[in-house]
């Protein structure tokens, strides 16, 4: 047996025996010459010394996978009085939920809904209008983002939070709105995390914030925009800077390295028509951020979501596709770099340090 231990390839996780000490014993043992009391007392006392590391070893590492399992990650809610008190204040505020499926194809394709009820097993909401939903969706994943707290009063309050649960029921419709029910997640995640992080930025961080139509008499202001203007001959007047082709005038209620929400005021039906921004169309934003030397972004973005409130205020939601660097050295041709979901490194770098200049500037830490 001395032999077997003296062989046996230690676990990394399990004390180990000093070899030469056990195979110079199994020697003692094998070897033809006396065996005394006294050696296997000291025999024994190692195997029962090893046989007590072993145990306690394994009895620490079932107590740490329990204390593991037992303290949720920060910013983790997972008991239920927690969780109703998150939802009933989300209702309290009359937060929109930002919906979509849980699959990864369409993770992108949110819609945002309106909090109409909550009830210890389900939360009731309202889809915005030209959205049917079927039997079929009853059982999908779908993942929730929605945020408390919002105008400049609670602006060192707002907390975003993410869910991930699933459609209990599709309700008959109320007012001819159609609505779901989802129910209580088991758990609430803060997202106050580089990989959900959305910010609602100071009005002088962003000078510009244009969504222009997708044709190529905007993309050539946009490239004008971007790149350094040439050279122009001494003594020549410079250039005026070129202007840009604004679909309208927006307000970023957020914004993140995977797109923004925007909200435009309409007051009439022509400049509704001018807008003419449903989900699903193509365009191009034009973005300026401040940070010591101001960065310009000409981005590729789809609506992903269209929500008109009362009072002629329209929001949209947008993802940002693809990133134009500029022209090509070789074709003269618009080079793009393609996001794939992912969103941009360098604005999602932004908003990180942004949010936390703010909060540090306020006297308040992020919760997360």
């Not at 056990?22 to 009391?37: D, L, M, N, R």
């Not at 809904?113 to 994943?141: D, F, T, Y």
């Not at 060192?156 to 419709?173: L, Q």
């Not at 992903?304 to 003269?332: A, K, P």
Request: charged residues 25%.
């Amino acid at each position: 047996m001395l032999h077997l231990l003296a062989a046996q390839a230690p676990s990394l996780d399990e004390p180990t025996l000093d070899r030469h000490f056990v195979q110079k014993i199994g020697e003692s043992f094998g070897g033809g010459g006396a065996v005394t009391p006294a050696l296997i007392f000291i025999a024994l006392t190692v195997v029962a010394l090893c046989v007590l590391l072993v145990v306690m070893a394994r009895l620490r590492r079932r107590l740490r996978a329990g204390k593991e399992e037992q303290e949720p990650p920060i910013g983790w809610l997972m008991d239920r009085p927690s969780i109703m008190e998150v939802m009933e204040n989300a209702l309290l505020h009359r937060s929109k939920i930002e919906l979509s499926f849980h699959q990864r194809d369409e993770r992108r394709r949110s819609v945002a809904c309106a909090l109409l009820e909550v009830s210890p097993e389900s939360m009731l909401l309202e889809l915005p209008a030209g959205i049917q939903p079927g039997p079929s969706w009853v059982g999908r994943h779908v993942d929730g983002f929605f945020q408390i707290g919002k105008g400049p009063a609670t602006q060192s309050r707002k907390i975003f939070y993410h869910f991930t649960s699933e459609i209990a029921a599709v309700p008959r419709a109320r007012k001819q709105a159609a609505v779901l029910a989802v129910a209580i997640p088991d758990k609430i995640v803060l997202s106050q995390k580089r990989a959900f992080l959305r910010m609602a930025p100071p009005s002088s961080a962003i000078p510009t914030f244009e969504i222009l139509p997708q044709d190529d008499a905007a993309l050539t202001r946009c490239l004008a925009w971007l790149l350094p203007p040439a050279p122009t001959e001494e003594g020549a007047e410079p250039a005026p800077p070129p202007s840009l082709p604004s679909l309208g005038k927006f307000t970023i209620k957020d914004i993140s390295g995977g797109g923004a929400r925007v909200e435009a005021r309409v007051t009439d039906k022509e400049a509704l028509q001018r807008l003419n921004l449903v989900a699903g169309t193509a365009c191009y934003v034009a973005l300026e951020l401040l940070s010591g030397q101001p960065r310009r972004y000409v981005l590729a973005a789809m609506v992903r979501r269209v929500f008109r409130d009362v009072g002629g205020v329209q929001e949209l939601g947008l993802e940002f596709t693809s990133r134009l660097r500029g022209l090509n050295q070789d074709t003269g041709l618009p080079s793009w770099k393609a996001l794939k979901g992912r969103g941009e490194e360098s604005i999602e770098t932004w908003v990180v340090q942004k949010y936390l200049e703010v909060y540090r500037e306020k006297g308040v830490e992020p919760t997360a």
